[in-house]
């Protein structure tokens, strides 16, 4: 069948014969199709911005249409207002830093609940998930206060320490061990290696796909905190990208630089998109593992 | 610790030889046992040691805090603390920007959380077959989720802009008056509002794609085969069977109307006159602008417990989602 020709009768060629006639989804489907179009809007807008010449003037500033005499002034002027190599640097620390010693804290975690049996297990099961509730941002006085008691304001460190360990990652892991069949480990056990050899040598290269969606939600969403952040760090030279981009907003909205603004936006957001359209499958079964983090 | 179970050990061993096993043997039985699980349970705790600390530290210790923190007051921010009891929460009861701030936040949530689920739950139903076309659309969709809510803040401060902004140069036109989008304490919360639907419809969309996978083929074939039509069908097979996904998404969606409101920072800072104060923004205003960490830190307490008593509500279907204890 051409879809060209028939492009309503291709989309739907592999529903259920009974329902091919069915007028509702294929509404359904239109008007989804509308929405999609709504929701790329202010990407587009971004985009076309960042590539619009000074020379249209505020009044062409909102137009969808990419300008005909399209420009890299618009990112040439946020690279150089912003300092978006350091932020990006400060936030690429924060996210490997945190993302590191999650690896350490969930594997040995995720271990004992899959594999150990021990006293107050489910107390301490309900402990973990009790965390999943608690969620870390409105704890932001109470561990700001402990931050700075520890000497750590004002330091990359101070930003990580709270998510160090992750009841989410810890579940995550469990489900990924448990799925393990243990014949596996005798073989070790006979050769008396030791429970970290067992976890290093057996569980951890068996379990890489989850350590890898794990990785991605989590990443994610640090790459995006903002309000903790901008709690811990003073310094301008410590801020990372989120905090970063909402000064250099604030600065470019009193000369009314949208131009710039766009650009920047688009800085910041272009290499957690480029990665999430190359790794696509991969980002959406992480993310539907997640809910909450 | 140690010490009690190597006699517990030996008294099991050799029983009456040794005259040292007699006071053993009197130690109440429970000790014994208690101390023998510890031993066995000892490499797991090592294990979730590194885990406990931080969430020790970061989690339950800050929730202790918040509590001692909330009995606590300085008169100026050098002056020592002093024990004032229950005065920080009925403050801040009392306190018309608090009760602003909460107001606020509840149209904020139910005006987010039932919009975006309705959107999600549509845009599933839509793409829920794959092919290329709806892999596409269902990435663009997603893209939202991706980027940091700052960013967005930056997108949207254009396109509602008075003005020259995206929405009065395509929409306004059609407007007697043009509206000022968020300068406008009637309007600002809604366009707040815009903005966290625009960004997690998507999120929540991935959720109801798994959970219309799991729909049972059988029963959708029988449902065909009656000529059911696709409201019947919605109404009788899917909404039932997605109802734990409901539950799971309205829970996820409640804690982002509290937790995710960076917007609000970066675009209104809580104005105009107080019309997108929402109650996180509340307690920071409290602890980094007043320095009032004992108000501060009963707001938080009152959010918490208030999460805490709705997250209750779905505790089961959480634990029995990360596989229970």
Request: proline residues 7%.
């Amino acid at each position: 069948m051409n879809p060209f020709k028939y492009p309503v009768k291709w989309l739907f060629k592999d529903v259920p014969l009974a329902t091919r006639n069915e007028i509702t989804p294929k509404l359904g489907f239109a008007l989804v199709v509308l929405l999609t179009l709504i929701w790329l809007i202010p990407f587009l807008w971004m985009v076309a911005a960042t590539l619009r010449p000074a020379s249209d003037g505020i009044n062409a500033m909102a137009e969808l249409m990419p300008s005909l005499k399209p420009t890299l002034d618009n990112i040439r002027d946020a690279w150089e207002i912003g300092d978006f190599p350091r932020y990006a640097l400060n936030t690429t620390l924060i996210c490997t830093g945190i993302l590191l010693v999650q690896f350490v804290t969930v594997t040995l975690a995720g271990f004992a609940f899959a594999r150990l049996s021990f006293a107050g297990k489910t107390l301490i099961f309900y402990l973990f998930l009790l965390q999943l509730m608690l969620v870390p941002v409105l704890l932001i006085v109470p561990n700001l206060t402990l931050v700075a008691k520890l000497g750590l304001y004002d330091t990359l460190t101070g930003v990580m320490m709270p998510f160090f360990a992750s009841a989410f990652g810890t579940f995550l892991m469990r489900q990924a061990f448990e799925a393990i069949p243990t014949e596996l480990e005798d073989a070790a056990l006979i050769d008396g290696a030791s429970v970290l050899a067992r976890i290093r040598h057996i569980y951890v290269p068996l379990s890489l796909p989850s350590f890898s969606a794990f990785a991605i939600v989590s990443v994610t969403s640090h790459w995006n905190d903002f309000l903790w952040p901008l709690m811990v760090i003073n310094s301008p030279d410590k801020r990372p990208l989120t905090v970063g981009l909402s000064v250099f907003t604030k600065t470019a909205e009193g000369t009314q630089a949208w131009g710039t603004i766009a650009a920047g936006t688009l800085i910041v957001i272009a290499p957690l998109l480029v990665t999430f359209l190359i790794f696509q499958k991969r980002f959406i079964s992480s993310f539907i593992t997640s809910g909450i983090k | 610790m140690r010490s009690t179970f190597r006699r517990g050990e030996m008294s099991l061993a050799e029983p009456a030889a040794l005259p040292a096993a007699a006071p053993a043997k009197s130690r109440p039985h429970v000790v014994r046992r208690l101390s023998a699980g510890f031993k066995a349970s000892l490499p797991a705790y090592l294990l979730l040691l590194p885990s406990l600390i931080f969430l020790g530290a970061f989690t339950y210790g800050a929730v202790g805090r918040v509590i001692v923190d909330a009995l606590y007051q300085r008169a100026t921010p050098r002056a020592p603390s002093r024990f004032v009891g229950l005065d920080n929460i009925a403050a801040v009861l009392a306190d018309p920007a608090f009760t602003g701030a909460v107001v606020n936040n509840l149209i904020y949530a139910v005006g987010t959380v039932v919009p975006s689920m309705a959107l999600a739950f549509l845009f599933a139903l839509a793409l829920s077959r794959t092919n290329a076309v709806t892999s596409a659309l269902r990435a663009a969709l997603f893209l939202p989720v991706l980027i940091p809510m700052v960013a967005a803040s930056a997108l949207f401060l254009f396109i509602f802009l008075p003005n020259v902004g995206l929405l009065d140069h395509y929409i306004g036109r059609l407007l007697p008056v043009l509206p000022n989008w968020l300068g406008d304490p009637d309007i600002a919360l809604a366009a707040i509002m815009v903005i966290t639907i625009w960004k997690n419809a998507g999120y929540y969309m991935l959720f109801f794609l798994a959970g219309l996978q799991a729909v049972p083929e059988d029963a959708m074939e029988a449902a065909y085969l009656d000529g059911a039509g696709p409201w019947p069908r919605l109404r009788y097979i899917i909404l039932p069977e997605l109802r734990p996904t409901f539950l799971f998404v309205t829970v996820i969606a409640i804690l982002n109307a509290v937790t995710q409101v960076d917007h609000v920072f970066v675009m209104t800072q809580g104005g105009p006159s107080n019309a997108t104060s929402l109650v996180l923004f509340y307690i920071y205003e409290q602890a980094v602008e007043h320095y009032d960490v004992g108000k501060a830190s009963a707001a938080t307490l009152l959010s918490l417990g208030a999460l805490m008593g709705l997250t209750a509500l779905s505790f089961r279907t959480l634990a029995s989602r990360e596989g229970g204890p």
